[in-house]
């Protein structure tokens, strides 16, 4: 499995439990209660320390990797999702009532395009988390992949080639991100930043 497919599958998990997640907290009270000290303390834990724990867990092979990339996504999607949503104008929900907006048609109308701003922020950091954690993995456990390119040419003193593979995880990190502010400007063309650019 190469790096573009890890941080794909592991980003596209972390993306789904993340909303999955901040939709939960942000709609009961008792789960928030429940949950959001242990997700904030264990979101203090470097995610390369929890490495060991996924390999002992599930060996050698790419898996602990995408899960630990999934990890480092969802804490990002999940907060995003958590304070878009507790973020929302009131005038947003009186809107609703008014015009007689509830149940699913509420937040496929007013609350889902709502946070879209938010989340798309969260989803262009996570992109930056889940290429770092990837590369940073591949330091530990790996032998193929840009992160296993920088170490391995360090250790035979090719500088050359570890400045290639710095470059192109930097190129990576740039496109990724790129893309979903393309994505972001077309789906929310809304949100204040959009906006102030469209009059610009």
């Known amino acids: 499995m190469d790096d573009r497919r890890a941080i ?3 980003y596209l998990l972390g993306l789904v439990t993340g909303v999955a ?3 939960f907290l942000a709609l009961s009270k008792v789960i928030r209660f429940a949950l ?3 997700l904030s303390a264990i979101y ?3 995610k390369l320390a929890i ?3 996924l390999l002992l867990i599930f060996g050698l092979g790419e898996l602990p990797k995408v899960l630990l990339i999934a990890l480092g996504v969802y804490f990002v999607i999940w907060v995003s999702v958590l ?3 507790e973020d929302l104008p009131p005038t947003y929900s009186e809107a609703a009532k008014i015009f007689g907006i509830n149940g699913f048609a509420r937040w496929r109308h007013v609350i889902i395009p709502g946070i879209l701003p938010s989340l798309f922020t969260g989803m262009r950091i996570a992109l ?3 290429v770092l954690i990837a590369v940073g993995t591949e330091f530990v456990n790996g032998d193929q992949g840009i992160g296993f390119r920088i170490w391995h040419s360090w250790s035979l003193f090719q500088s050359e080639q570890m400045y290639v593979g710095i470059v192109v995880a930097a190129f990576m990190g740039f496109a990724l991100t790129w893309i979903v502010k393309f994505i972001a400007a077309r789906v929310a063309p809304w949100a204040p930043r959009q906006a102030r650019r469209r009059s610009e």
Request: no cysteine; aromatic share 0%; glycine share 20%.
């Open 36 to 38: 959001e000290p242990l």
């Open 83 to 85: 304070e878009g949503i």
């Open 44 to 46: 203090t834990i470097p």
């Open 128 to 130: 930056g988390t889940s």
């Open 21 to 23: 997640t901040g939709t």
């Open 8 to 10: 794909l599958l592991g």
């Open 51 to 53: 490495l060991p724990l």
